[in-house]
């Protein structure tokens, strides 16, 4: 079965979020170490010639992780504008369940390596905003649409965009269409703030896009503004390889 997907990788919006009002924010709770679940996201890409080659030996890694003790959420993209480009998400329990299976990672990198033209880029994450079933597990059917965001601002902008970004995802699931908005915060790096969506479909995520500036408040629109932009630009079709 194949589903139509889409990767965004939103990054540096560093001037527009100093430039967010300097009201006092309530600063968002650390998450306490080996707390779970854990959201793990690896990004790849291989040479274009040897790219089915590497579906070839990934598809056996994909099955197998999907059957693994503590393994809660699993999606293997591909990028169809690009088929050379790929993109991991598992989610786990705890962070023994991550380290657990770092071993079965490394070998997936190792084997992989001979063909890769980028090396593997992992980032383990936990959830600040994550409601609706398992990621992968989406109801609707028909060709769904990931979107893949990660934003990075400058850490004094950090909880006045955390804020921002969970008012996003709380009216972006009422958007018909919708099937997950999770806002996610990177270990160590708690101004880096990926972004994992769900739609029905292409148009209703475009749809979404257009509306969102309208849904946040005036103050924080311009930031808004610029990640759906930066959003927009570098936005590409994946599709899920099993």
């Given at each position: 079965?194949?589903?139509?997907?889409?990767?965004?990788?939103?990054?540096?919006l560093?001037?527009?979020a100093?430039?967010?009002?300097?009201?006092?924010?309530?600063?968002?709770?650390?998450?306490?170490?080996?707390?779970?679940?854990?959201?793990?996201?690896?990004?790849?890409?291989?040479?274009?010639?040897?790219?089915?080659?590497?579906?070839?030996q990934?598809?056996?890694?994909?099955?197998?992780?999907?059957?693994?003790?503590?393994?809660?959420?699993?999606?293997?993209l591909?990028?169809?504008?690009?088929?050379?480009?790929?993109?991991?998400?598992?989610?786990?329990?705890?962070?023994?369940?991550?380290?657990?299976?770092?071993?079965?990672?490394?070998?997936?990198?190792?084997?992989?390596?001979?063909?890769?033209?980028?090396?593997?880029?992992?980032?383990?994450?936990?959830?600040?905003s994550?409601?609706?079933?398992?990621?992968?597990?989406?109801?609707?059917?028909?060709?769904?649409?990931?979107?893949?965001?990660?934003?990075?601002?400058?850490?004094?902008?950090?909880d006045?965009?955390?804020?921002?970004?969970?008012q996003?995802?709380d009216?972006?699931?009422?958007e018909?269409?919708n099937?997950?908005?999770?806002?996610?915060?990177?270990?160590?790096?708690?101004?880096?703030?990926?972004?994992?969506?769900a739609?029905?479909?292409?148009?209703?995520?475009?749809?979404?896009?257009?509306?969102?500036?309208?849904?946040?408040?005036?103050?924080?629109?311009?930031?808004?503004?610029?990640?759906?932009?930066?959003?927009?630009?570098?936005?590409?079709?994946?599709?899920?390889?099993?």
């Amino acid at each position: 079965m194949t589903a139509r997907h889409r990767f965004a990788l939103v990054i540096g919006l560093m001037t527009a979020a100093m430039s967010l009002s300097a009201a006092a924010q309530t600063p968002a709770p650390a998450p306490a170490p080996n707390a779970g679940p854990v959201y793990v996201i690896t990004f790849f890409e291989t040479g274009a010639a040897t790219a089915a080659k590497a579906i070839a030996q990934f598809r056996p890694y994909a099955a197998a992780t999907r059957k693994q003790d503590g393994n809660q959420g699993f999606l293997a993209l591909q990028e169809i504008a690009r088929p050379s480009r790929f993109a991991i998400v598992e989610v786990w329990r705890d962070k023994p369940a991550v380290e657990a299976h770092a071993a079965a990672l490394a070998a997936l990198r190792d084997q992989l390596q001979p063909l890769l033209t980028s090396p593997f880029d992992t980032r383990t994450n936990y959830g600040l905003s994550v409601a609706g079933p398992a990621i992968g597990a989406e109801p609707g059917g028909g060709n769904p649409v990931y979107v893949l965001t990660h934003v990075d601002v400058f850490p004094p902008g950090k909880d006045q965009t955390i804020d921002l970004l969970k008012q996003l995802a709380d009216a972006s699931r009422k958007e018909s269409g919708n099937l997950r908005f999770d806002v996610l915060q990177q270990e160590g790096r708690a101004n880096h703030l990926p972004l994992v969506e769900a739609w029905r479909d292409e148009g209703a995520e475009r749809t979404c896009a257009r509306r969102a500036h309208a849904r946040v408040p005036r103050e924080a629109r311009a930031i808004a503004r610029r990640a759906l932009r930066r959003a927009a630009l570098h936005a590409s079709a994946l599709s899920q390889l099993d």
